[in-house]
C-alpha cells in the first residue's frame, strides 16, 4: 500500500468566538503560520467615530473571492458570505469565565493606552460600560451563548464547511500546531 501524503492545511479560514474570544489572534496567528493573507474584519467594518464603513460588504466580497484568506467570522451582513466562501471554521468555544477574563483585559489595557483600534476609534471611556448596553464588555458577556445556535446553523446552510470546535486554550495551540506543522511553521 502506498504511503498516504499529509492532508493540506485549509485555505479559506474563518475563526469564531464570541468578543475577546481570541479569534483576531488566532486568526494573525494562523496567518503567520501558513503565509496566507489575515484580513482583520473590524479594519473594514468600523469606520471613522465607529460608524460602518459603506464599503465593507463589498471589501468583504474582494477578498473572499481569493483563493486563500483567514478572517474573523463576525458580523451578520457578511456571515452568510464568510461560511458560504471559507473551507474550515475555527470555533474558539472558550468557557465565558476565560473570555470575560480577556475581554476586560483587553478594553481595559486599550482604554488606559488610549490605544488606536481602526480608523481612528479607541475604546470608549471604562465608566460606560454602565451605560452603553453593548459596550464590548457587556455584548461579550450577553452573545457568548449565541455562537452554538449560529455555528450550527452555518454548518447546516453549508454542508462543505468543517467545523473544529476548541474548548480551551491548550487545544487550539494543538490545532495549530497539528495543522501548520511543516508549512511555514
Do not use: C
Not at 503565509?35 to 460602518?52: C, K, N, Q, R
Request: hydrophobic letters at 40%.
Amino acid at each position: 500500500m502506498p504511503p498516504t501524503a499529509p492532508l493540506a492545511p485549509p485555505t479559506r479560514i474563518i475563526v469564531a468566538g464570541t468578543s475577546g474570544s481570541g479569534k483576531s489572534t488566532l486568526a494573525r496567528r494562523i496567518a503567520e503560520a501558513s503565509g496566507m493573507p489575515y484580513v482583520e474584519i473590524d479594519a473594514l467594518f468600523h469606520g471613522h467615530g465607529w460608524t460602518p464603513r459603506p464599503t465593507f460588504a463589498a471589501d468583504v466580497d474582494a477578498f473572499t473571492r481569493q483563493p486563500a484568506w483567514v478572517t474573523e467570522w463576525q458580523y451578520a451582513a457578511v456571515q452568510p458570505m464568510l461560511a458560504e466562501r471559507a473551507d474550515v471554521m475555527i470555533w474558539l468555544d472558550y468557557p465565558r469565565s476565560l473570555v470575560m477574563t480577556r475581554v476586560i483585559r483587553r478594553t481595559v489595557g486599550r482604554r488606559i493606552r488610549r490605544e488606536e483600534l481602526w480608523n481612528g476609534n479607541r475604546e470608549a471611556p471604562l465608566r460606560a460600560v454602565f451605560t452603553d448596553r453593548d459596550h464590548i464588555i457587556r455584548w461579550a458577556w450577553r452573545t457568548h451563548g449565541d455562537r452554538a445556535a449560529l455555528v450550527a446553523e452555518a454548518a447546516r446552510r453549508n454542508p462543505g464547511l468543517a467545523v473544529v470546535r476548541l474548548r480551551r486554550p491548550h487545544e487550539t495551540e494543538r490545532w495549530l500546531r497539528a495543522t501548520f506543522a511543516g508549512h511555514g511553521t
